[in-house]
């Protein structure tokens, strides 16, 4: 069951902009995820395993939206807004709440950028208001020699291997899915790229499939595209091994031996960064953005 909460604030303003995302401030409309990735750095203790359990709808985010942003527009602390940090914007309940509609509406009026991080085809409902913030919105004064648009798009995959994507993402639109939306996207004039966060290790990080990837990129003419393997915070590891013990038993060791924190081994990450670069060469394709 989904619930309506009343939330104190909407935007979370960051202590510094992400060097890849180059977002200033975050806004997440929804609590928690209907997707439901076994990777979601969003589970613990205080939610449970579940990301679906104690989904919620932030009811009041678009009206406490349009203060806070006006009290940063008179200010001009114009800046990128992620729009998701720790949710999924597009997820299927928005169809009926319209939250993240609600709030690009107040984005729009306010001329404020955004960086649109989603797994949703829903997103191409919202293509009107997107193509008016990309042509209206202030970009902070730094930026502005350096970016021409006001919308940044950016679609996450794990896997192109939709059997993979089933297990890790069970209630995900399919890598198909999103690579066509984004196909969409880019035809539309976005800037729109990828970040195929978090690569699993063993499993969607074969020379193959990685060569997969890059040549996604490559053909789909991407703006920007990411890499990084999966990153296991305390809080989503218990989860994780345990569906590796059910779906890929054999992998479980060599798990323990890469993932002693929670990123992987020095020797595995640097191997992972150095086939990327060399597949990247080979197909012509700039890692992070044009
Ligand atoms: S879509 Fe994103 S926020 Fe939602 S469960 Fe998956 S990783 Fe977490």
């Known amino acids: 069951m989904v619930k309506d909460v ?3 604030t909407a935007l979370n303003k960051h202590r510094k902009r992400d060097a890849w995302f180059l977002d200033d401030y975050s806004l997440n409309p929804y609590q928690l995820c209907e997707f439901n990735c076994v990777y979601c750095y969003i589970r613990g203790s205080k939610y449970g395993e579940n ?3 104690g989904l919620a709808v932030k009811i009041n985010a678009p009206t406490l939206l349009e203060k806070e942003l006006y009290k940063r527009a008179r200010k001009k ?6 729009l998701s940090s720790a949710t999924e914007p597009w997820m299927y309940i928005e169809e009926k709440y319209k939250v993240t509609r609600k709030c690009l509406e107040v984005i729009a009026r306010f001329k404020f950028p955004v960086h649109c991080l989603t797994k949703s085809p829903l997103i191409l409902r919202d293509v009107d208001l997107l193509d008016e913030i990309d042509k209206h919105a202030v970009l902070p004064e730094d930026l502005k020699n350096k970016l021409n648009r006001g919308v ?3 679609v996450s995959l794990s896997t192109l291997d939709e059997s993979v994507a089933k297990v890790f993402e069970p209630n995900s ?6 690579l ?9 004039g976005f800037y729109a790229g990828i970040a195929f966060m978090p690569v699993l290790p063993f499993i969607s990080d074969s020379n193959e499939e990685l060569e997969e990837m890059v040549k996604t990129a490559r053909e789909l003419d991407v703006r920007h595209v990411y890499f990084s393997p999966l ?3 305390d809080a989503g590891r218990e989860l994780y091994f345990k569906v590796l013990e059910k779906y890929f038993p054999d992998l479980v060791e060599k798990y323990e031996a890469i993932y002693k924190k929670w990123y992987p081994e020095k020797t595995y990450s640097d ?3 150095r086939r990327i670069i060399n597949l990247c060469k080979k197909y012509n394709v700039k890692l992070g953005g044009k």
């Open 152 to 154: 940044l798009i950016t």
């Open 77 to 82: 602390e114009y800046g990128f807004i992620a």
């Open 180 to 188: 066509n939306a984004l196909k969409e996207l880019i035809d539309n």
């Open 173 to 178: 639109p399919k890598p198909r899915e999103r």
């Open 51 to 53: 990301t679906k359990h």
């Open 231 to 233: 990153t296991m915070h």
């Open 271 to 273: 191997q992972f960064f």
């Open 6 to 8: 009343f939330v104190k």
